[in-house]
């Protein structure tokens, strides 16, 4: 009874202490004793058992109560401040490595737990092939390759959130489905720089709990890993993807842009021939990375940018791709609206002198519907809602790296939307928000 009560507690033991730490009670087993030989079974089971994780506690600030926002969510509607958990992360990777040194398999688990309840993250299983070390495959629940923003993690990110174009498109950022990569792992490959990446997703992400149709959304990404230009101190990475995908149109019901009277509108196409085509989700980026040295200890100047386009389907009131057949509350299917968008964010990240200090500038935008500009959202017959409004953001803000397991962040972002012949969206809404956030990450 007490040796079964002290081995998970060794186990532990070795799969968070570092290696020196472990080799000392490594030592410490007797070996001779069948006890021993069952803790040097179970450790060299689990030793490439490991984990990681990090909270996010932050305070945020409103311009108005009951602010919409991406940055965290909307505020209630009595409430233009709040404490909030914003991530809770715990993960947990197993990996297995060959004689040469090189993976075999991974498997990754990762959920997050806030105020607002526990949520899966990550899912997944990825196998190496190990003849020529090039490619492997993935399935399971995982980030969608696709772009730069999308696939940074909400640790290492140097604003709160993503842009509202990366958020609104990519919602959750994963989904479920399976990927084939092309990454050489031998150091000594000449392609040992450039990623490529193709899979097959259900397309709602973890917005649905399963798929409501068989189409399935093709996503690709290639990219080039940062190389040092030569003759300077800095290095350079960027890539291309794509997404083509869509949804099953259960409804006759599709709207797309045209004119009335010379000016833009939704046109209404009711034909029963409508129902079970696809509609269009396909989306067109592309992203740059420069990053510049300051000199050793003084960190670095960053350059990011990101630019999307394309054709979204969604519904009346929300750009967001459904995660259920869209319906009315009586349970009438909901017409589809089919729009054009664009959107783009820059970064600039400066070193204040040290690793320690950073300052960032971001600005990005997100037109959901090119085709519709200002004063041509509520003009009376053009079908047109706030969900077809632009929307600009600026935001700064200063980071602290205490230490490797303590980040401090201040950051204001400026909103600004087009005005509009919509109630309540003809001026600028009072949606500013600031937040204050601190990061333990272990």
Same mark, same amino acid.
């Given at each position: 009874?007490?040796?079964?009560?002290?081995?998970?507690?060794v186990i532990l033991m070795l799969c968070f202490t570092g290696t020196a730490r472990a080799q000392?009670?490594?030592?410490?087993?007797?070996?001779?004793?069948?006890?021993?030989?069952?803790?040097?079974?179970?450790?060299?089971?689990?030793?490439?058992?490991?984990?990681? #994780?990090?909270?996010?506690?932050?305070?945020?600030?409103?311009?108005?109560? #009951?602010?919409?926002?991406?940055?965290?969510?909307?505020?209630?509607?009595?409430?233009?401040?709040?404490?909030?958990?914003? *991530?809770?992360?715990?993960?947990?990777?197993?990996?297995?490595?060959?004689?040469?040194?090189?993976?075999?398999?991974?498997?990754?688990?990762?959920?997050?737990?806030?105020?607002?309840?526990?949520?899966?993250?990550?899912?997944?299983?990825?196998?190496?092939?190990?003849?020529?070390?090039?490619?492997?495959?993935?399935?399971?629940?995982?980030?969608?390759?696709?772009?730069?923003?999308?696939?940074?993690?909400?640790?290492?990110?140097?604003?709160?959130?993503?842009?509202?174009?990366?958020?609104?498109?990519? *919602?959750?950022?994963?989904?479920?489905?399976?990927?084939?990569?092309?990454?050489?792992?031998?150091?000594?490959?000449?392609?040992?720089?450039?990623?490529?990446?193709? #899979?097959?997703?259900?397309?709602?992400?973890?917005?649905?709990?399963?798929?409501?149709?068989?189409?399935?959304?093709?996503?690709?990404?290639?990219?080039?890993?940062?190389?040092?230009?030569?003759?300077?101190?800095?290095?350079?990475? #960027?890539?291309?993807?794509?997404?083509?995908?869509?949804?099953?149109?259960?409804?006759?019901?599709?709207?797309?842009?045209?004119?009335?009277?010379?000016?833009?509108?939704?046109?209404?196409?009711?034909?029963?021939?409508?129902?079970?085509?696809?509609?269009?989700?396909?989306?067109?980026?592309?992203?740059?990375?420069?990053?510049?040295?300051?000199?050793?200890?003084?960190?670095?100047?960053?350059?990011?940018?990101?630019?999307?386009?394309?054709?979204?389907?969604?519904?009346?009131?929300?750009?967001?791709?459904?995660?259920?057949?869209?319906?009315?509350?009586?349970?009438?299917?909901?017409?589809?609206?089919?729009?054009?968008?664009?959107?783009?964010?820059?970064?600039?990240?400066?070193?204040?002198?040290?690793?320690?200090?950073?300052?960032?500038?971001?600005?990005?935008?997100?037109d959901p519907n090119t085709k519709a500009k200002g004063k041509d959202i509520g003009a009376p017959g053009a079908g047109l809602t706030p969900a077809d409004i632009r929307?600009?953001?600026?935001?700064?803000?200063?980071?602290?790296?205490?230490?490797?397991?303590?980040?401090?962040?201040?950051?204001?972002?400026?909103?600004?939307?087009?005005?509009?012949?919509?109630?309540?969206?003809?001026?600028?809404?009072?949606?500013?928000?600031?937040?204050?956030?601190?990061?333990?990450?272990?």
């Open positions: 009874m007490r040796t079964a009560r002290i081995f998970p507690i000392f009670l490594m030592d410490m087993i007797d070996t001779t004793t069948e006890m021993g030989k069952g803790m040097i079974s179970m450790y060299m089971k689990y030793d490439a058992l490991r984990f990681s #994780g990090y909270i996010q506690p932050q305070f945020q600030m409103a311009q108005s109560r #009951g602010a919409q926002s991406y940055a965290g969510g909307n505020f209630p509607a009595a409430s233009d401040n709040r404490f909030t958990l914003r *991530r809770g992360r715990i993960r947990v990777d197993y990996e297995r490595y060959n004689k040469q040194d090189m993976p075999v398999v991974q498997f990754a688990f990762q959920f997050d737990g806030t105020e607002r309840g526990v949520n899966i993250r990550d899912f997944y299983g990825r196998f190496f092939e190990t003849k020529f070390n090039l490619f492997s495959l993935v399935g399971g629940m995982f980030a969608r390759p696709f772009g730069y923003e999308v696939n940074l993690s909400s640790a290492d990110r140097e604003t709160p959130e993503r842009g509202r174009m990366s958020q609104i498109l990519m *919602r959750t950022e994963r989904d479920l489905g399976a990927m084939v990569s092309f990454e050489p792992r031998r150091k000594d490959h000449p392609l040992r720089f450039l990623k490529i990446d193709v #899979g097959a997703f259900n397309g709602q992400g973890l917005t649905a709990t399963t798929d409501f149709d068989s189409h399935k959304d093709f996503i690709g990404r290639i990219a080039i890993k940062p190389r040092k230009i030569k003759g300077t101190k800095s290095q350079l990475s #960027g890539g291309v993807s794509v997404l083509y995908g869509g949804m099953q149109q259960f409804t006759k019901q599709i709207r797309t842009m045209g004119t009335t009277g010379g000016k833009p509108a939704f046109m209404i196409d009711s034909s029963v021939s409508n129902v079970g085509k696809i509609a269009p989700r396909h989306y067109y980026g592309a992203d740059v990375q420069w990053k510049i040295s300051n000199g050793e200890g003084k960190g670095f100047t960053q350059f990011r940018a990101e630019y999307l386009r394309g054709r979204q389907t969604a519904t009346a009131l929300t750009t967001e791709t459904p995660g259920v057949i869209p319906v009315e509350a009586d349970g009438r299917l909901q017409p589809l609206y089919i729009r054009n968008f664009d959107g783009a964010y820059l970064y600039y990240i400066q070193n204040l002198g040290s690793i320690k200090h950073q300052a960032v500038l971001k600005y990005d935008w997100y929307y600009n953001t600026v935001g700064i803000g200063y980071l602290y790296y205490a230490n490797e397991h303590l980040k401090f962040m201040v950051y204001y972002d400026w909103v600004t939307n087009e005005s509009t012949e919509l109630d309540g969206y003809k001026d600028d809404l009072k949606d500013n928000v600031l937040t204050c956030r601190m990061q333990y990450r272990f």
